[in-house]
């Protein structure tokens, strides 16, 4: 028989356990703690500015693209393409998402919703998302609340937008009003 290994369940190596009622020596949380990598430890020692920073740079430049491509005076075979649309002739998942976010830049939801619904109902959401957690990441002297998403909702939306995306390719109306 092997001897137990330390840490485990409180007893050290080659002692059995203790009786009840007697205090048990710390117990290591992990056998083997690897060293940190340079990456890793460049980006713990970043201020927490950069990570929102960063993300709101790649936001600014997916608006900025955006606005300058003018999608909705594009085909589909337009570039850049939907390779689905452009193979299949079906929308896809995604089919509508540059023209729906250009026609919310300017104000228009109902067009918004006509080409992509789903990322009109989200978009709100992810907004906040993004606002509250750069709020609360740049130590300000006030806290806004996390968005808690259950995982229910996140499933019944991901099964709302597979609908909405297998419905928008049915030929008849009133379906075809969601075809792009």
């Not at 080659?14 to 992990?30: D, T």
């Not at 597979?162 to 419905?167: E, P, Y």
Request: charged fraction near 10%; proline fraction near 11%.
């Amino acid at each position: 028989m092997s001897a137990p290994l330390p840490g485990v369940l409180g007893e050290e190596a080659g002692e059995s356990a203790p009786e009840q009622g007697v205090p048990l020596p710390p117990v290591y949380q992990y056998a083997y703690q690897p060293r940190q990598g340079r990456f890793a430890r460049f980006v713990s020692r970043l201020p927490g500015w950069v990570a929102p920073a960063g993300v709101g740079a790649l936001i600014s430049g997916g608006v900025a693209y955006t606005l300058l491509m003018k999608p909705t005076s594009a085909g589909a075979d337009a570039t850049p393409t939907c390779l689905v649309k452009m193979l299949t002739g079906f929308d896809c998942p995604g089919c509508g998402g540059t023209r729906a976010a250009w026609y919310m830049l300017h104000g228009d939801i109902p067009a918004a919703a006509h080409h992509h619904a789903p990322l009109v109902f989200a978009a709100p959401f992810l907004a906040y998302l993004y606002v509250a957690w750069t709020v609360n990441r740049l130590n300000l002297p006030f806290k806004l609340p996390m968005l808690r998403i259950s995982n229910g909702a996140l499933i019944g939306f991901l099964v709302a937008w597979l609908v909405f995306s297998i419905a928008r390719n049915l030929p008849w109306a009133p379906f075809t009003y969601f075809f792009v």
